[in-house]
């Protein structure tokens, strides 16, 4: 049986649909993809009035040395936190726009990335990008305020406990809005 054109262009648009979904190839396309959005879409401040607080700060994680630290420990301080793993294309292609904020803001800030993930892969992937970020790994239950299914999700908390910022997908969290919005949280905090 002699195969038509209609079912080579079938078997070819199966072939690259596949490639997509199986290959590490399709994981490059859905990373740079997500980067290409991240150029018209940055994190915004939830108004005022629509803010949640965090109601329990009483959270264990392990750090990447396994010393256990309770989330308590940070409440005061302003903190980014972001869910992620290796394996999530999203997550991969923010991670470049949090190490330049972690890099600029991370003697500033708490800087939290609480890994979805296997230690040996987020070490290997860490180290391949040459990234010093702080990851942790949930020991129990995050605070109810902080449940997202999705990942990436990243929050930014002020000093209060509130959450300014909070953003499901890939963005670029290295943007003009969000170094703005830590800024005025730093120049309140000077001025209490």
Partial sequence: M??????????????IIALIIFTPIGTFV????NQAKMLFFSPSAIEEINRVNISNFDWNLVDSSGKTVNFKEMEGDIILVNFWATWCPPCVAEMPSLNELYKDYGDKITFVFLANDKIKSVNSYLKK????LPVYYSKDNEPEELRSPNIPT??????????????????NWNSTNVRNQIDEMLAFLLAE
């Fill in 154 to 171: 990243t929050y930014l908390i002020d000093d209060q406990g509130n959450i300014v910022m909070k953003e499901v997908g890939s963005y």
């Fill in 2 to 15: 002699k195969l038509k054109r209609k079912h080579w262009s079938n078997i070819i648009f199966v072939a």
């Fill in 129 to 132: 990008n040459e990234y010093n």
């Fill in 30 to 33: 859905k990373v740079k993809l």
